[in-house]
């Protein structure tokens, strides 16, 4: 059984630039999360999905920070107008229904100079 | 306030030796779930509990939900046991996983 796929490994971008990360999921795995793990923390949930549904994204900054996952399988984050204070590793997770276990991604780590 | 604190925030053992990490909750939590942080990143599933013990190889994990604590002990360490560990408890419904901070393991010869 495949992992939870992240892409790209790395990013490195200037302030004020866009990206976006994208995640694959374990197959059948309904619920998808993005948290975000700035250097020596633990990671920080960012939004989770319930197939395509947006659970809770109470702790993303909605003004540059955007999730969707439009089909309930594959998902896409996306920082507009970045930050230095953005740098961290953006970790996907996801779980089954009959599952409390998440599994991860290896992570996206993002450097804005 | 933070739901899930874990002690120590680092620690040192010579090859060989052994230790215990610990998770403490503010909150009573249903389940644990403990990672290991490699070099690289990844954070590798070590265990999940939902009571008792889980032993694997030279790890072995408790959930006490009752006293709101986890332990991870660490026998036997090998270089390659370094990284930082994570314990987590599902949270907000139990859908999501709340972090502790880490306990950064280095393991020197």
């Known amino acids: 059984e495949a992992g939870v796929t992240q892409s790209p490994r790395y990013a490195v971008l200037q302030e004020g630039q866009a990206v976006s990360f994208w995640c694959d999921p374990i197959?059948?795995?309904?619920?998808l999360y993005w948290y975000q793990q700035p250097r020596d923390q633990g990671p920080q949930l960012l939004v989770y999905?319930?197939?395509?549904?947006?659970?809770?994204n109470s702790q993303l900054p909605s003004d540059r920070f955007s999730a969707v996952r439009p089909k309930g399988t594959n998902s896409t984050l996306k920082i507009q107008s970045a930050k230095q204070g953005d740098t961290a590793t953006y970790l996907c997770?996801?779980?089954?229904?009959?599952?409390?276990?998440?599994?991860f991604g290896h992570g996206t780590k993002l450097s804005v100079l | 306030g933070d739901q899930v604190e874990q002690s120590p925030s680092a620690l040192s053992l010579h090859e060989g030796t052994g230790s215990a990490l610990r998770c403490n909750f503010t909150?009573?939590?249903?389940?644990v779930q403990w990672f290991q942080q490699n070099s690289r990143g990844s954070l590798i599933n070590l265990f999940y509990?939902?009571?008792g013990t889980k032993e694997n190889g030279r790890l072995k994990s408790t959930f006490n939900s009752k006293e709101s604590y986890s332990t991870l002990h660490i026998r036997d360490a090998q270089l390659e046991d370094s990284g930082t560990y994570f314990c987590?408890?599902?949270?907000?419904?139990?859908?999501?996983?709340?972090f502790g901070q880490g306990t950064v393991l280095s393991v020197i010869p």
């Open positions: 997770a996801s779980k089954g229904a009959r599952n409390e276990r998440l599994f």
């Open positions: 197959s059948g795995h309904d619920t």
């Open positions: 509990l939902a009571s």
């Open positions: 987590a408890a599902p949270t907000g419904g139990n859908n999501k996983l709340t």
């Open positions: 999905f319930r197939d395509e549904a947006v659970i809770d």
């Open positions: 909150t009573t939590m249903r389940a």
